[in-house]
């Protein structure tokens, strides 16, 4: 049996070929060469040439043929073109952006998208709504106007070794430049669907695995728990030792934070992931905790260049003298509020039993 994966050197890239030789494939990568790494297998052939490029990408594939193809970078609408009749199976990847409001939260009144987002949400329908969601949803169209039998997959922001827009550094070089405190914005309660690129690439491979099942559908892929903000900065500085302070401020007057929200509003985008958990099995394979620590680890070992591609895309200036001085005027003007009092003070709730809640009725339970 013969693969095709198109990109290969990316961050789920790895794992989706050593899947595939691990199932018996020859597989073969296609990319632009630029860059190699050493987790490939010396088995594997490279063929370098653009994907982004058709007349190059047609060149390249002349004459040749598969028994799957895995598309996971250049330009899917020339890829799925150029492969129809060309293998017996196409598995492609694009992104939750098309989703409606996925980029645009103002697109939904209350302002965000709907908590969980099914593959059946409403999607971008216009160039005005959202013109890269608009462009990824054509592209979704083309892909199984091509070939109909496709599985698509719907990543979300990817997490691990290689990730070109690495949130998390955001936090390690914090911890790293021994900072004591980070802010977090609406005290870090944003809820976002990431992908560890082992788990995502997992996800894929149960679609190789299962082809009757994943035939023609769209997929969410990403982790199953859903971390808050401040659960994954806990996680990783508690991962790395840090003894560092996490504030709460409101977003809109800490534009600090922005990067690592990565959208307009905190509101939140959660990925429903059901459906490849009932039709392929789906679970996580490495625990979202597990794979920050290596994540983290991961930076740790192989930093940004500071002011690099990476820390560019993040947009992060890592202005501390700004952070220390918004974090006083914070501090001062929570100095500078009047202390008021309720009378009686508000309570929780009566149905709320937890700490600091209801006292039991009875001193003793009768079993």
């Known amino acids: 049996m013969h693969a095709l994966v198109i990109g290969g050197t990316g961050p789920t890239g790895q794992f989706i070929v050593e899947g595939l030789l691990q199932r018996g494939y020859q597989v073969a990568i296609l990319h632009r060469g630029h860059h190699e790494i050493e987790a490939i297998s010396q088995r594997v052939e490279h063929i370098h040439t653009d994907p982004y490029d058709p007349p190059a990408l047609a060149s390249a594939l002349k004459n040749r043929n598969f028994d799957l193809c895995v598309a996971t970078y250049g330009r899917l609408r020339a890829i799925a073109a150029e492969m129809s009749g060309k293998t017996r199976r196409f598995l492609s990847v694009g992104g939750a952006p098309a989703f409606r409001g996925y980029m645009n939260p103002y697109l939904f009144q209350p302002n965000g998208l709907p908590v969980p987002t099914r593959e059946d949400a409403p999607t971008v329908t216009s160039e005005a709504q959202d013109s890269k969601g608009w462009r990824i949803r054509l592209t979704e169209q083309k892909v199984f106007e091509c070939i109909p039998g496709a ?164 947009q992060d200036p890592f202005d501390y003298a700004a952070e220390d001085a918004l974090l006083r005027c914070w501090r001062q003007a929570k100095d500078c509020l009047a202390e008021v009092t309720f009378d009686p003070a508000p309570g929780l709730g009566m149905a709320y039993s937890g700490p600091g809640g209801r006292e039991r009725s009875q001193a003793e339970f009768e079993n």
């Open 151 to 314: 599985t698509h997959f719907r990543y979300p922001i990817l997490y691990g070794p290689y990730q070109p827009v690495p949130r998390e550094w955001l936090i390690v070089k914090r911890v790293l430049d021994r900072r004591p405190f980070i802010i977090l914005p609406d005290g870090g309660l944003t809820l976002h669907s990431y992908g560890y690129t082992e788990n995502v690439a997992h996800a894929l491979l149960l679609a190789v695995d299962q082809p009757e099942a994943s035939a023609g559908k769209i997929y969410n892929v990403a982790d199953e728990t859903v971390l808050s903000l401040r659960q994954v900065t806990e996680i990783i500085i508690s991962h790395l030792g840090s003894a560092m302070e996490i504030v709460n401020m409101p977003y809109e007057l800490a534009p600090c934070t922005r990067p690592l929200i990565m959208q307009p509003l905190t509101t939140h985008r959660v990925q429903d992931v059901a459906a490849i958990r009932a039709d392929l099995g789906y679970r996580d394979k490495v625990a979202p905790a597990q794979a920050l620590a290596a994540t983290a680890d991961w930076l740790l070992a192989n930093p940004p260049q500071a002011g690099g591609m990476e820390e560019q895309v993040l």
